[in-house]
């Protein structure tokens, strides 16, 4: 258990519909990441967040945005769902500028899938 | 930008063997960080290892080791005496120092054969 904690663990939606992936970083930890990962598209890195700020941008779609909270916790929101937004969402955490070497910590996913 | 390249989409072995999962990157950076996570079946994504550059002794944990060549731009993992519970998804990742983005290969689907 790597302390990430992420819900819902599976969700079915349809097309056009918008929905909220929820995240728990590690305790301690003030940095959340999002990553998607699709069969054609492989690991992605789409956001970070460090203590209620946005600190980087990977290959977000516009359609969809994430915040983090005062509690540190932090929500991906995507909408205009489409068929190929289907995928594993995973949430990260770390602790950043620690000398741990800025590892990263997974949580177990949110499987989205688009019908 | 940085990219990472592991040439074996697939390997198998069979158990307690020791096999060698290889990952190469192109960077021009001097300072960053290489990982390699596994993901089993049940999809998480789980840290295996992790190496800094700028330490030239090579990162071991228990029956994972990794061979860090930093001028050949090669970092590949061996998975000694390998256990049926090794059977996963194998990702090599980059991280530049100062930044928190990770760089994924494309993985390495092992499998431990009884």
């Known amino acids: 258990d790597s302390g990430v904690t992420q819900t819902p663990k599976h969700l079915i939606t349809a097309t056009g519909q918008r929905v909220t992936l929820r995240c728990s970083p590690r305790s301690g930890d003030l940095s959340v990441y999002w990553y998607q990962q699709s069969l054609d598209q492989g690991l992605q890195f789409l956001i970070q967040y460090y203590n209620g700020e946005e600190r980087a941008k990977g290959n977000i779609l516009e359609r969809f945005s994430a915040q983090q909270f005062p509690d540190l916790h932090s929500e991906l929101n995507l909408s205009s769902l489409e068929l190929g937004d289907s995928a594993l969402y995973f949430c990260a955490s770390s602790v950043e500028g620690s000398n741990s070497g800025n590892t990263i910590y997974f949580g177990e996913g949110s499987w989205l899938t688009v019908v | 930008a940085q990219t990472v390249t592991q040439s074996q989409p697939e390997m198998s072995v069979q158990e307690a063997e020791t096999v060698t999962l290889s990952c190469t990157y192109d960077t021009s950076e001097s300072n960053y960080y290489l990982f390699w996570y596994k993901q089993p079946p049940s999809r998480q994504m789980i840290l295996v290892i992790r190496?800094?550059?700028?330490?030239?002794q090579n990162a071991t944990e228990n029956r994972f080791s990794v061979n860090f060549q930093k001028a050949a731009k090669s970092f590949s993992l061996k998975i000694s005496d390998s256990q049926l519970g090794d059977t996963a998804m194998y990702f090599c990742?980059?991280?530049?120092?100062?930044?928190?983005?990770?760089?994924f290969g494309q993985g390495t689907r092992l499998t431990i054969n009884p």
């Open positions: 990742a980059f991280m530049k120092q100062g930044a928190q983005k990770l760089v």
């Open positions: 190496q800094e550059a700028y330490k030239q």
